[in-house]
């Protein structure tokens, strides 16, 4: 289908924005995307109950706009992501530690942000310790600055927020710094187009059989629809969302776990909405023999 003119696209619906949170190890990603997610408006009313799916939604605490978070730990997932050509993230959250300062891993996460082109936000982490000081803080924005990062603080124009992802300090600023980034990104999608997205995750579950995290681009995922993914297809059984609850509809930048394959998906894999069962089927018979001829021409070499 033809791209959308840039006047078209200003007519479609904001979709809300896609995040990362990347950082040297123990900096504190775990701990504090585990706090956003359990200070989530979502899990509140579905009584708490959240399955790891490989993403999840919130609504930002003051202008109650969502924000999706892969929860895909890690560099790993990112990077095979970017290798099958996918920029599923729009924004990263780059976390660094208070009083540890810039370490390899954070110079390697930013090296992926320059090269993935995506919006990058600072988080200073652990800032309820004391061993966080006002010299430490201003340790870290040099150290940045020496990787080519310029936060608002020091001469640049990157949001940088102190936070704890311990006591939740600074997390609200945090997250409506996303909401503000993603108003300026101006990230739009048709919710009536054919479904496009990316599986996350999948895996097989007892009693449940073949799922997949699918990550909504555009379009309105349903079921009933039938969808591909590179090799395999699926007829979609149901829907979940990351609360456990069961949906009819996701729309764009909405993840859902969804049942009904015959086979499992690989993460990173993009799905297309498919006409009917029996394209679907082609098209996979088309990729796995287009798959295995790539293979014996690897072979011959
Ligand atoms: P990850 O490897 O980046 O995911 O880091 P974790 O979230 O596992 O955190 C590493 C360690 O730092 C754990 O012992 C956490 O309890 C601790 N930690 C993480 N965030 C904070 C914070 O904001 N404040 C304090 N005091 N400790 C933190």
Redesign the pocket.
Known sequence: APKPSADEKSKLPLRPPIVTIM??????????LDYIRKSSVAEKEHGGITQHIGAFSVKAPKSGKQITFLDT?GHAAFLKMRERGATVTDIVIL?V?GDDSVMPQTKEAIKHVHAAGVELVVAI?????ESVTEETIQKVYSDLGANEVYVEDYGGDIACVQ?????GLGVDTLEETLVAISEVLDLRSSPTAKVEGIVLESQVKKGVGATATVLVHNGTLKPGQVICAGTVFCKVKAMKDSSNKVIKEAGPGTPVEVTGWKELPASGDQVLQAESEQQAKQVAENRQKRAQLMQQMDDIK
Do not use: E, Y
């Open positions: 950082g040297h190890v123990d900096h504190g990603k775990t701990t504090l730990p976390v530690a982490n652990k800032c309820d310790k936070v704890s992802g311990k006591s």
